[in-house]
């Protein structure tokens, strides 16, 4: 059986957010905390899979995201070439997770029917809901769809060998969940399912939502396709720069290895 590495690739962070602005109806909504931006990379020997592509920091600046490492250069340090990816799994479609799609020039890219749906429809009417998407990457979409290089799926798709993609919609229309087959079992990395570990923990909704009780039902969703808590990855968490190791001292807080165990529970 085919198993995994997951590395994060710490691309931005916002340290301006409260609580909050990061959960509804939070008890102390002015203490300060940290929103980190994470991409992926799934390795297993020689096969390479991308998982979302960053935030254009142009983007992102005038929300207070700051970028820490570009997704290219944080390839590079995973010695990828990104003229080689061939595979690339769009959780959704939010502007930090779609800002280098013309830096992987020859893959093909994997999303949710219902997220296009979503952004191409009449929701996008509605300021709300399109807030978190830009334009001119929704039209990058709509051509990579035109060109053969975006494939749209139903809401559980196999990806390959001990990869799946599930839906779980709350976030966004089309918000997934990925399951991947590790060394110490089936890990869920569930992207902007989960921002932070508090969201799992303590059962409650962040901030950005489409529809909240399927944000709050993706957390048992999550529970049934990972093997334990232990085994569950959030998208924006800086408690994960204290769980999981860098790849190497020089890389400290921009790249970690999120297959092994954490070192501290979940």
Known sequence: MKTWEIYAIRHATNETRTRGVNFISDPDPTTPLTLDFFCWVLRSGREVIVVDTGIDPAKG??????????????WAALGI??????????????????????????????????EMAYVTGPWMQKPTFRHAYKADEIARLVHLLHDGRLHLHGRDF????????HWVGGHCAGQEVLRIRTERGWVVLASDALHYYEEFERGIPFTVAFNISDMMAAHDRIRE?????????????????????AISPDLAGRILRLDPAPETGA
């Open 81 to 114: 070439d990104p003229a080689e990816v061939s595979t690339v799994l769009l959780t959704h479609a939010h502007y930090d997770h779609l800002g280098y799609l013309d830096a992987l020039p020859n893959a093909r890219f994997y999303m949710q029917a219902e």
């Open 225 to 245: 396709l990972a093997d334990s808590d232990d085994h569950v990855l959030p998208a924006h968490d800086p408690r994960l720069l204290d769980k999981y190791a």
């Open 61 to 74: 600046e005038p929300n207070g995201h700051r970028q820490v490492m570009s997704p290219p250069d944080g």
């Open 158 to 165: 196999d990806v390959t060998d001990g990869i799946s993609a």
